[in-house]
């Protein structure tokens, strides 16, 4: 099992950065922590997905973020960054990290989700 913690959010003004955090735990391994992808949910919308990892290792982004958002992994800290660059208010949103399973890549984990607010 393992648990999620996400980091790092706030108020920033429109064209401002942040840095996302998200502290993995318990049952964690490189490859664990490779699947760990980004998802956001603005008010009155579902959830979509931010950015995630292949298996091999490819990082995708969603239309609206590449060039803007960059995912990054310290594994001897455990801890998978999403770097938000040239922000816009539409990226206003709770930001969540996910686990997934390295068998199935189905999420299988969530953290509790951490707010970014954009104004403009």
């Known amino acids: 099992q393992v648990q999620l913690v996400e980091s790092g959010g706030g108020l920033v003004q429109a064209g401002g950065s942040l840095t996302l955090s998200c502290a993995a735990s318990?049952?964690?391994?490189?490859?664990?922590?490779?699947?760990i992808g980004w998802h956001r949910q603005a008010p009155g919308k579902q959830r979509e997905w931010v950015s995630s990892?292949?298996?091999?290792?490819?990082?995708n982004y969603a239309d609206d973020v590449t060039g803007r958002f960059t995912l990054s992994r310290d594994y001897a800290k455990n801890t998978v960054y999403l770097q938000m660059n040239s922000m816009k208010p539409e990226d206003t949103a709770v930001y969540y990290c996910?686990?997934?399973?390295?068998?199935?890549?189905?999420?299988?984990?969530w953290g509790p989700g951490t707010q970014v607010t954009v104004s403009s």
């Open positions: 996910g686990a997934r399973n390295p068998v199935t890549f189905t999420y299988e984990s």
């Open positions: 318990g049952d964690i391994s490189d490859l664990v922590l490779n699947l």
């Open positions: 990892a292949t298996i091999t290792d490819t990082i």
